[in-house]
């Protein structure tokens, strides 16, 4: 192994509802990865689909074969069904442990333009987004308990 791979859940609740976010060091998500996921959280909490987001690193060092697909299959080799029952299998835990360790925090949201670091690889005189969005959680007394950064 040369680097560790996560899936980090952050579960959001209030009393109207909750929403459960989970970044993943892998290629993609597939429906079926999904849907996995989503089946398995079910049979220890309530989660509806519209509460969940499920979303990848894109990393292209995490593992392969985890779909069937034949797109997938040319990128992420076989398919191991094993290897997709463990990844789903530890997702799915982390998600159930994120909501049972749930404690009060308070959330900030900010966002800037950043010039000059990223680029359109596909066209040249491409659009770019440069807007990097940051939503910062903290618990109780200012202490940090999880930053979600979005940047293409």
Not at 20 to 48: F, H, Q, W
Not at 76 to 99: H, M
Not at 123 to 142: C, F, M, Q, T, Y
Request: charged share 25%; aromatic share 6%.
């Amino acid at each position: 192994m040369h680097d560790p791979l996560y899936a980090r859940a952050l579960v959001l609740k209030q009393p109207r509802g909750q929403v459960v976010l989970v970044s993943c060091d892998l290629m993609g998500v597939t429906s079926e990865l999904y849907n996995a996921i989503l089946t398995k959280v079910r049979r220890k909490m309530p989660l509806k689909r519209s509460e969940f987001v499920l979303f990848a690193t894109h990393t292209h060092s995490g593992a392969g074969g985890l779909s069937d697909r034949f797109a997938m299959r040319l990128v992420g080799g076989r398919f191991r069904p094993k290897l997709f029952a463990a990844v789903t299998d530890k997702i799915s835990a982390a998600i159930v442990e994120a909501a049972q360790r749930a404690e009060p925090a308070t959330l900030a949201y900010g966002g800037v333009e950043v010039e000059a670091i990223n680029k359109n690889r596909g066209h040249s005189n491409g659009a770019v987004d440069r807007g990097l969005k940051v939503l910062r959680i903290e618990r109780e007394k200012g202490r940090p308990l999880a930053w979600l950064v979005n940047f293409g």
